[in-house]
């Protein structure tokens, strides 16, 4: 199992440490995660400089006096330079202030809340279904190894792994929404609705997502079955004629779970990327496509906020899974 | 009763009224005005439409109803009706608003003074009436009596007089700033009783347009008013009050059972606005029963909808267009034979029909529309003239053509019109590359020098739709114009058009007018190759959903079964 | 972004992808190169025949320009295929040459390097292409260099690993006794050593790129109009799909093809590679 982790923290290899090497262990990936998110920020800070016209002429539009255009961009304080913007946003960030929107007006918290909130609800649900769906694809597909059985599952697996989602939510809509009419063809459900409709209006949304870890997750649970199959407990637990079911229920499935748990960190980087595209496609209001409005709006704060968000769950995401997959593997455990 | 007069009975009429408006009575008669130019032009300088509609019926015997758009039968009280908005771009408030999506949602509860309508000029809302002085300086307009706003407290004319100073003042970011430029200053509006008296920086016989929904940040706000608080009561008068808003997700409006005019109460219970970044979702959105209605949309996304027999499409003809600027400053466009060339190489009538299926009128590369009521008909209309335009490129010494580049920013139908454009080159050997960019980019800071729309060789740009064409045939085109990405210096148009804005004869703005047509015609510093309808559709269940090219959405008088 | 479908496991495909594969990367490369040639006017439309079902003239059908569909998904293979192989050498280039100077210096421009790669790491390649090309306006150029500059990222990790590893390695001992430069020691000694993965990773990163790129052009933040481009088709067309599927099914079964073609050929050199 080689699954690399684009983006986690660094593994520390030396074994066996003495307690102020501890210390270190332990301060070490903090202290390079602050790092992380100072860099980040500054790139997105000033890296936004750069976009085109300035917030004010934007907001107000191509005809507005640009007296009334001075006017807002004194208004909103992006007459002064960038630095002071900057150490100013950090400065509000040390004391647990998000800043406020530029073009919305808005608090960051408010809105960053509310889309985050949306966000987590769609990437949980793509989870929920993807997950044991790949497991039994993988274990099914191992179990069948090299039949036409193992080869249709990880084929289509691989081909709908790599097909854009803007490709599949396409076609989704197509032929659930428009055509068949089973699904709603946005993800927002009316205000007000009960969990129920919520989840009933996340499914067409979730599904692109769901298309495109499957493949991945199903290879990756089918290689952790073979391992497991292969392995001298396996074979251990087959001499002592222990029932086939209870093999793969115990042994297999942990093997399998293993990787599949492991690499959800970096799927969630992906998951990510993938919600932009599915939020804009569906009209939901999450992180991706608050990110997106806010750059073709040059909000920077938002923008910021929006960003750095992204950044800390990805990171925290990739840490998490390590320590998850080191609950599940008792070789790990063990160490 | 007035619509029973007789055509020679209209000299009693006359007696009634100013001599102004006694001026476009006698325009219409002489067979000079047409019945929507004459209602147009009698309602701005203040008549009522019964008036206006009772001389036309004297005159012809039909009175022109005010049957909103899409009304074909009986309409049911009740229900809810759900609007496609695109997502707001910017804080809600009606003093700086420049996006469609802000002002769809606040004029559900705010109304103007007057509402241009797109068939019969302006209504009267908050204003009952209103007049010039002899010179068209000095406006007065009566505010309506007995309106309250929604928390109770009653309409005054210092809240239209704030309301006015508000957007007049620079120190406020106001929107309106650029419409009242040179027009209305800061303290050019005072109360006096129940009027308001509006004192101009000079004559200007289109004011009442200025001040009225045409100028789409002058929704009437109380003198309390607080920018940061808006969004919390949308306070306002109109036929709908605030129930609710969610950035970025929507907002609701409930009747208001004590909307001032009983005469148009509203019939829905319920009106739900639902956000979307961007116009192909509201589309789908309405073909998914997402949504009932969606407004302002493009004809390229919502082209399904109107081939579709379960929804009914909305057109209203506008003056909302594309302006393709030539830099007469630069060669090889120094020469206006080349300019000319290019204009007659383009057949519009395949370019309106294959962008947007005619659903527009021919431009004649001018800004002047055929909505416009100053607009000279009478101008030949420019048509596709193949050898012409060759035979005008070889006079130039251009007969192998040239390389020319288009910019254009990425809006709506824009970069299909450029390859039109592109490929009508191409048969007069010019060859046209193209520079499509983001809005944002194109526009830049909108001034010389820092915007590609401004500064390039050639650029297309979008124009809003206009009741009246001053603004567009001033900064467009006039020599110190700021959006004049031609560089067209042309002092004969400088003076035709100063002549123009300062007549107050209907005739002679009209001859003013057609001067200025005429002009641009032979000297071609823009292609104007159409003017867009202003487009929407909704479910067949929905009647009575009244578009407003300005980009209003009035659902005050829409039902749903 | 992970790179690893190929590399986590290696089942799935037989040779017989690898076949296939390059069959329908052959097919859409003969489209880039003939282009024009092959069929009729991508550009110009006709415009009392738009959005036409398939006929004998259009056997695909027309767009909303009455442009002819099948002409148009023909040249449009010829952007994503100069754009994504661009960008794939853009980044395994840059990527590579970092990877070689952070693996080889260590200290503090190791430190440098390896920190800027985690920080465009962490944040999902879609967002990070978004605001670089909102920031210098979409052009083919702009999403070659953006493209490019991302992918050199994971490249640049691959690299640096495999070259800690040569590093410590005789051969390279070797050199810096002989008191060859730095440069020279990287380029004529390790660079050959580590040259299968960064090649591997290269394939890899060549889906992805089309992948990204349709995705951009379908955001509007990629190639531009009034190139035939299949995200910029999709994009266009995609409210139409009623009043016709065709300008719409056309190119998503283009990009579908396009970019399991090239993941089974990258997979299928990979595990010849391997072999």
């Known amino acids: 199992m080689t699954a690399v982790s684009l983006g986690g923290p660094p593994r520390l290899a030396d074994p066996g440490p003495p307690p102020r090497r501890l210390l270190r262990r332990l301060l070490r990936p903090v202290v390079l995660f602050v790092i992380n998110l100072l860099l980040l920020s500054a790139l997105v800070f000033f890296g936004a400089e750069v976009l085109p016209g300035n917030i004010g002429r934007l907001l107000l539009g191509r005809t507005a006096d640009p007296r009334s255009v001075d006017v807002l961009n004194h208004e909103l304080g992006t007459d002064r330079p960038i630095v002071v913007r900057y150490l100013s946003f950090l400065d509000g960030l040390l004391h647990g202030d998000l800043g406020t929107s530029l073009a919305l007006r808005q608090p960051n918290s408010d809105l960053l809340g509310a889309a985050l909130l949306n966000s987590v609800k769609l990437a949980a649900l793509a989870f929920v279904i993807v997950v044991p769906l790949a497991l039994l694809g993988g274990v099914v597909a191992a179990l069948r190894r090299d039949t036409w059985v193992d080869r249709t599952i990880i084929g289509i697996g691989v081909a709908l792994t790599v097909l854009p989602e803007f490709v599949t939510g396409l076609i989704l809509i197509l032929v659930l929404s428009l055509g068949l009419k089973l699904f709603p063809v946005t993800a927002t459900p009316p205000p007000g609705s009960g969990a129920l409709t919520q989840l009933y209006y996340l499914v067409l949304p979730a599904l692109p997502l769901v298309i495109v870890l499957f493949g991945y997750l199903a290879k990756l649970a089918r290689a952790g079955t073979i391992t497991a199959l292969d392995s001298d407990y396996h074979r251990t637990a087959v001499l002592k004629g222990l029932p086939g079911r209870v093999i793969v229920t115990r042994h297999v499935l942990r093997n399998a779970l293993l990787p599949t748990v492991s690499v959800l960190g970096t799927q969630a980087g992906y998951l990510i990327g993938g919600l932009v595209v599915v ?57 | 009763m007035l619509w029973r007069v007789g055509t020679r009975r209209l000299d009693g009429v006359r007696s009634q009224v100013s001599a102004a408006e006694g001026h476009v009575i006698d325009e219409l008669l002489a067979g000079r005005l047409g019945r929507r130019e004459f209602l147009r032009r009698a309602t701005v300088l203040g008549m009522s439409i019964p008036l206006a509609g009772g001389i036309l019926a ?245 082209r399904g909808l109107f081939t579709d027999p379960n929804f009914t499409a909305l057109y209203v003809p506008s003056s909302y267009t594309r302006q393709l600027s030539m830099r007469c400053d630069q060669a ?211 009647q009575g959903v009244n578009l407003n090219p300005t980009g209003q959405l009035d659902v005050s008088r829409a039902s749903i079964a | 972004m992970t790179p690893d479908v190929t590399r986590a496991v290696r089942v799935g495909p037989r040779p017989i992808g690898l076949v296939v594969g390059a069959v329908i990367l052959a097919i859409w490369v003969i489209c880039a190169i003939g282009g024009e040639h092959l069929v009729q006017d991508p550009y110009v439309g006709d415009s009392f025949a738009t959005l036409a079902p398939p006929s004998a003239q259009h056997w695909l059908g027309t767009d909303r320009l009455g442009r002819d569909v099948f002409a148009r998904v023909v040249v449009g293979a010829r952007s994503i295929l100069l754009v994504a192989p661009a960008a794939t050498l853009i980044g395994t280039v840059i990527g590579t040459a970092l990877g070689l100077v952070a693996g080889y210096a260590a200290g503090i421009v190791d430190d440098i390097i390896s920190r800027l790669i985690a920080v465009v790491l962490s944040v999902p390649v879609v967002i990070v292409a978004l605001l670089a090309l909102v920031a210098l306006g979409p052009s083919n150029f702009t999403v070659i260099g953006v493209i490019g500059f991302i992918f050199s990222a994971p490249i640049a990790r691959t690299v640096r690993a495999a070259v800690r590893v040569e590093r410590d390695k005789d051969y390279v001992e070797a050199a810096r006794l002989r008191r060859e430069p730095g440069v020279l020691i990287l380029v004529s000694e390790i660079l050959p050593n580590v040259l299968g993965p960064v090649l591997t990773e290269a394939t890899v990163r060549l889906g992805y790129a089309v992948f990204f790129i349709a995705t951009l052009s379908f955001l509007g933040f990629g190639i531009q109009p009034p190139s035939p481009d299949w995200g910029l088709a999709i994009y266009e067309n995609y409210t139409l799909i009623r009043a016709s599927a065709w300008p719409v099914i056309v190119p998503a079964v283009a990009i579908a093809s396009l970019v399991v073609s090239v993941h089974l050929v990258a997979e299928g050199l990979v595990r010849r590679s391997e072999r």
Request: hydrophobic share 40%.
């Open chain 2, 58 to 302: 004297a005159c012809s015997g039909a009175v022109p109803g005010e049957a909103p758009a899409g009304a074909v039968g009986p309409q049911q009280a009740g229900g809810t009706l759900r609007n496609a908005v695109n997502t707001p771009t910017a804080a809600i408030n009606p003093v700086t608003v420049a996006d469609n999506g802000g002002l769809v949602t606040m004029c559900q509860t705010g109304e103007y003074l007057a509402y241009t309508d797109a068939s019969t000029g302006l209504r009267p809302v908050l204003a009952e009436k209103w007049a010039p002085d002899a010179t068209g300086k000095i406006w007065t307009f009566d505010i309506r009596q007995g309106v309250t706003f929604h928390n109770g407290a009653p309409l005054t004319a210092a809240d239209v007089v704030a309301t006015f100073n508000r957007l007049a003042d620079p120190a406020n970011g106001s929107n309106a700033l650029s419409v009242f430029k040179g027009v209305l200053s800061k303290g050019g509006a005072r109360a006096q009783g129940n009027q308001v008296v509006f004192t101009l920086d000079r004559p200007n016989v289109n004011f009442p347009y200025l001040a009225s929904s045409q100028n789409y940040n002058a929704i009437i706000l109380p003198a309390s008013y607080d920018p940061t608080k808006y969004t919390t009561d949308f306070m306002g008068t109109g036929p709908f009050t605030f129930s609710s808003y969610t950035p970025g997700v929507g907002a609701a409006f409930v009747k208001n059972p004590t909307y001032w005019d009983t005469s148009r109460p509203p019939f829905l219970d319920r009106v739900e606005l639902k956000y979307y970044s961007d116009l192909p979702p509201q589309v789908v959105a309405l073909q998914g029963n997402e949504v009932d209605v969606v407004s302002g949309i493009s004809y390229s996304a919502g």
């Open chain 2, 332 to 542: 090889p466009f120094t020469d206006p034979r080349v300019r000319q060339a290019l204009a007659l190489a383009l057949d519009r009538p395949a370019a309106l029909k294959g962008l947007l299926d005619d659903k527009g009128d021919l431009g004649d590369d001018s800004p002047f529309g055929p909505t416009q009521p100053a607009t000279d008909k009478t101008v030949p209309q420019r048509a596709q003239d193949l050898a012409k335009a060759k035979q005008l490129l070889s006079a130039a010494g251009l007969a192998a053509g040239f390389d020319a580049t288009i910019a254009a920013p990425r809006v709506q139908e824009i970069p299909d019109l450029a390859v039109t454009l592109q490929n009508a080159a191409k048969e007069v050997g010019v060859r046209l590359a193209l520079n499509i960019q983001a809005p944002n980019d194109y526009y830049g800071n909108a001034t010389f020098g820092a915007s590609p729309w401004l500064d390039s060789q050639m650029s297309l740009v979008d124009y809003g739709h206009r009741s009246v064409p001053d603004v567009i045939a001033n900064a467009s085109l006039r020599s110190d114009g700021v959006w004049n990405a031609a560089h067209y210096k042309s002092p004969a148009y400088d003076a035709l058009f100063d002549d123009y804005t300062s007549q107050l004869d209907v005739q002679k703005q009209k001859d003013a007018v057609g001067k200025m047509q005429r002009l641009l015609l032979d000297d071609t510093p823009i292609i104007v190759p159409y003017f867009l309808n202003w487009l929407g559709a909704t479910k067949k269940s929905v």
């Open chain 1, 279 to 335: 939020e804009i496609l569906f009209n939901y209001r999450g992180i991706g496509s608050l990110i997106f409005m806010a750059a073709q709006s040059k909000d920077i704060p938002l923008l910021e906020v929006g960003v750095l968000t992204v950044g800390v769950a990805y990171m925290l995401l990739s840490a998490l899974s390590d320590v998850v997959a080191g609950l599940l593997d008792p070789r790990v455990r063990s160490r």
